[in-house]
């Protein structure tokens, strides 16, 4: 079992993209002009013999070098600062362009000599900052290529000779390469193993493995966050502050805004203090810490909160850890649980805790949005709840905003959904009210209506404590109320009333302690959640809905322990069903057992 299994794919998913773990080869590419090798690192080597040009970032070291004294200088020097002055962003978003260098890179696998461009397409922050361009199977080197008039050359194909367009995607076995001189034929994933080999044979490439993520820099220049535990000593250096006299203390200071230093340096007494080392004067580091590295393992301090001595205690930690449910946004995936990740691996490696994982499941609320946007103040585009409270009341509103789909999953905000609310919490009060002068049945009689009471309460608790769906828990006692309402004479009308107004209770908790008092009790908070009897949750028959081609033509009740074959020739037996089945043949029977029989033709 994995140590994630719980945990939302889409949240795993963005954090291996962020991690960016890549696996390929480093290649060299010389330029004989400077006598300098320069890695490239591509996750395409079996696409080297398409290379036809050689980009290099502008941030690149090696670009003052390539145009020193050279016609192209001041056009190469003069793009490197213009892209200077745009983001990582800006430059990922923008039409792609570039200059050459005036020079050529030796091409590995062929001898080719390509040209030498600077772009700023290419960052230095992933790879090595510089790239083979292989415009045949890259989206930004073809655009680039059409652009400047670069040779594009196919070297991968399908099995029938089609273009394969795209890079940095898994192949398929009928995939094979082409215009690969020796290579070309082989399978492309077969290619690019032997393709590596052959140039590492001669010094030329190697099997790599590289990561988008970098290193973390977490000192900030603001008063609040934890003090960097180190001192600058002018004859020690940087020295850690010892044991006994963690954890530094913040502080009281007048001014927290930086004015171009961190607020603590203008704490000179608090700043001034002893080298541990060498007994000298020493300086404190006045930068605190980023709050991410507060958030990444408070958890864990939240365990031994009460620790005078350490952080926390192994046995404390190991006993309440790692945290059964953690509830939060999606926002957070690829920055604050990420981090705790990384926290609770190094303190499990170091031996300090006993758990890998910080958070055994994970549940993540979507947005709500209004009018396609998500809901911010920036946009202008958020509600005040205040204006349909007074309207409609909190309960109508908390109900809704639960109500509106899945908690899960983004939702669209829609003012003309409350009317539906409000008609369910009158009709609520009505039934219940009609309900509440008769007199209470113990023990609750088996009749329909105890029934779905009881597969109510199942499928409530199920729903809120299991699966976390929060809205169909109110379809469930919509069904209840329209059950109650069809069947006034059932000897548990009472029963289901009260069962209702409890599982109602924490979505409009004004609402369902108001009729709780009505039915003759005090403090509906306080009484025990409601429990589901076994027995009356049993069934002699279920309906099951049979479909053909996605559209309902009948429905049958049987047994719940009917076997699947039996459910679908009961199914084709049904003259409802047979006419739209005789003229054509059954390609697929799906089948939920107690609950659907599909026909696809």
């Known amino acids: 079992m994995s140590l994630l299994e719980e945990w939302p794919e889409r949240v795993l998913t963005m954090q291996r993209n962020w991690i960016g773990r890549s696996e390929g080869a480093d290649v060299v590419f010389r330029i004989e002009d400077l006598n300098e090798d320069v890695e490239v690192f591509t996750t395409r080597p079996d696409t080297l013999f398409g290379a036809t040009f050689f980009v290099l970032a502008p941030e690149h070291a090696l670009v003052p070098q390539l145009v020193a004294g050279s016609e192209q200088e001041t056009a190469v020097l003069d793009y490197v600062r213009r892209t200077a002055a745009r983001s990582a962003v800006e430059r990922e978003e923008k039409e792609k362009d570039g200059v050459f260098t005036g020079r050529y890179a030796t091409n590995p696998v062929n001898g080719e000599q390509i040209p030498i461009w600077v772009a700023d397409y290419v960052l230095m922050e992933y790879g090595t900052g510089a790239i083979m361009a292989v415009p045949a199977h890259d989206e930004r080197d073809h655009a680039f290529a059409e652009l400047y008039a670069i040779e594009i050359r196919q070297v991968v194909a399908s099995a029938e000779g089609e273009p394969v367009e795209g890079a940095f995607v898994a192949h398929s076995e009928s995939e094979k390469l082409v215009n690969s001189g020796e290579f070309s034929g082989m399978p492309a994933p077969e290619g690019k193993t032997a393709i590596v080999e052959s140039l590492a044979e001669k010094g030329l490439a190697r099997a790599a493995i590289r990561y988008r993520l970098r290193d973390w820099l977490l000192s900030r220049q603001r008063y609040w966050g934890c003090p960097i535990p180190v001192v600058h000593c002018n004859a020690c250096g940087i020295v850690p502050v010892p044991d006994d006299e963690l954890p530094v203390v913040l502080p009281e200071i007048d001014e927290y805004l930086p004015k171009g230093r961190s607020p603590l340096a203008a704490a000179e007494d608090w700043v001034r203090t002893t080298c541990p080392h060498c007994g000298g004067d020493a300086r404190r580091e006045t930068d605190t810490m980023d709050t991410f590295v507060d958030s990444s393992w408070y958890f864990i301090r939240y365990a031994d909160a009460q620790n005078n001595r350490e952080p926390f205690s192994r046995p404390v930690a190991d006993y309440w850890l790692p945290v059964n449910q953690y509830i939060g946004g999606v926002e957070h995936a690829i920055l604050h649980l990420l981090y705790a990740r990384f926290f609770v691996k190094v303190m499990h490696d170091l031996g300090l ?14 947005m709500l949005y209004r009018d396609g946007a998500k809901m911010s103040k920036s946009k202008g585009n958020t509600i005040s709840p205040n204006e349909y409270i007074e309207r409609h009341g909190a309960d109508a509103v908390r109900m809704y905003l639960l109500f509106i789909g899945p908690v899960d999953q983004d939702a669209e905000w829609q003012s003309s959904g409350f009317e539906g609310i409000v008609r369910f919490l009158h009709r609520l009060w009505r039934t219940v009210l009609e309900n509440a002068e008769k007199p209470a049945v113990s023990p609750v009689l088996d009749t329909p209506l105890a029934r779905k009471a009881h597969r109510t309460i199942a499928k409530v608790t199920d729903d809120i404590g299991r699966r976390f769906a929060l809205n169909t828990p109110i379809a469930a006692v919509m069904e209840l109320v329209n059950e109650i309402q069809r069947a006034p004479d059932d000897p548990a009308a009472r029963f289901a009333s009260e069962t209702a107004v409890s599982l109602i209770q924490p979505y409009a908790s004004h609402v369902a302690e108001e009729l709780w008092e009505r039915l003759g009790y005090d403090r509906l908070w306080e009484q025990p959640w409601p429990e589901a009897d076994p027995a009356l949750l049993e069934v002699e028959t279920v309906e099951v809905v049979v479909q053909v081609n996605g559209k309902v033509r009948d429905r049958l009740h ?22 739209y089945l005789d003229s054509d043949e059954v390609v697929r029977t799906i089948v939920v057992p107690g609950k659907l029989v599909s026909f696809v033709t």
Do not use: I, N, W, Y
């Not at 805790?353 to 979507?366: A, C, D, K, M, N």
């Not at 020739?569 to 047979?578: G, I």
């Open 353 to 366: 805790v006993g758990f890998r994982e910080p958070f055994e499941r994970l549940f993540t609320q979507g």
């Open 558 to 579: 049987v047994s719940p322990q009917l076997a699947d074959d039996e459910l679908v020739a009961l199914a084709r037996a049904s003259k409802r069903v047979q006419s």
